[in-house]
Structures are given as structure tokens and as C-alpha cells.
Nanobody, 124 residues
Framework: QVQLVESGGGLVQAGGSLRLSCARS????????MGWFRQAPGKEREFVAG????????WYADSVKGRFTISRDNAKNTVYLEMNSLKPEDTAVYSC?????????????????WGQGTQVTVSS
């Protein structure tokens, strides 16, 4: 059974930084598109960032472009989300997800496996 485990969340002041990690079990990590999504209380889950299987292509939501960076280490079966210049509106539960299919990188229903999520809270 595939597992995705996020880590690195926490409480940070506005303007600060956090680095999230997501480790995926299994032997074929390099075949999967990986995505980060977030969900704030009372809001729908939204796309944050995505990265293609070999890391050649990355995609970002407009709200995080220039502040967040997604990367991956296929040797470690891990995807990262570096978050800088954090704002209170970035507060949410952040989850990673994986999918084999191409396209629709920003659509939650296109992803096959999900982690439990990690809480990120940005204080003003």
C-alpha cells in the first residue's frame, strides 16, 4: 500500500519560511507527478504547486508564484515545498499527492494517492 507522509509544518510569523517534505513509499517514485495542495478551514482544497516526474516541469498557483519552490529528490522518494515570505493567508493544511497520468496537474481528483497533511500556521 502506497503511503505519503508529510513533515515540516508548524507555526511561523508572517514573512518567515518553512520547508515541507513528503516521502512516498514504493519503488517507482520517478514515474509520478507530485503535487502540493492546501485546504484552509471552510474553504475548498486548492492547488499550490506541482512537479513532473523527472523534475523538468514545475507549476505554481498564482498566489504562491515567486514565493514557493517545489523540488524533488527521486533517489530519496521525496518532494519538497520551500515556502518563503509567508503570509497569514497561507495558513492551511498542506497535503502532497501523486499521480501517474499526465496533465491536469492542478486538479485534485486527478491524483491517486494522498498524504494526511501537515498544518502550516502563519501569524500576523
Amino acid at each position: 500500500q502506497v503511503q505519503l507522509v508529510e513533515s515540516g509544518g508548524g507555526l511561523v510569523q508572517a514573512g518567515g519560511s518553512l520547508r515541507l517534505s513528503c516521502a512516498r513509499s514504493g519503488r517507482t517514485f520517478s514515474l509520478y507527478t507530485m503535487g502540493w495542495f492546501r485546504q484552509a478551514p471552510g474553504k475548498e482544497r486548492e492547488f499550490v504547486a506541482g512537479i513532473s516526474p523527472l523534475g523538468i516541469n514545475t507549476w505554481y498557483a498564482d498566489s504562491v508564484k515567486g514565493r514557493f519552490t517545489i523540488s524533488r529528490d527521486n533517489a530519496k522518494n521525496t518532494v519538497y515545498l520551500e515556502m518563503n515570505s509567508l503570509k497569514p493567508e497561507d495558513t492551511a493544511v498542506y497535503s502532497c499527492a501523486s499521480k501517474l497520468s499526465s496533465g491536469n496537474y492542478n486538479t485534485p481528483t486527478a491524483y491517486d494517492n494522498w498524504g494526511q497533511g501537515t498544518q502550516v500556521t502563519v501569524s500576523s
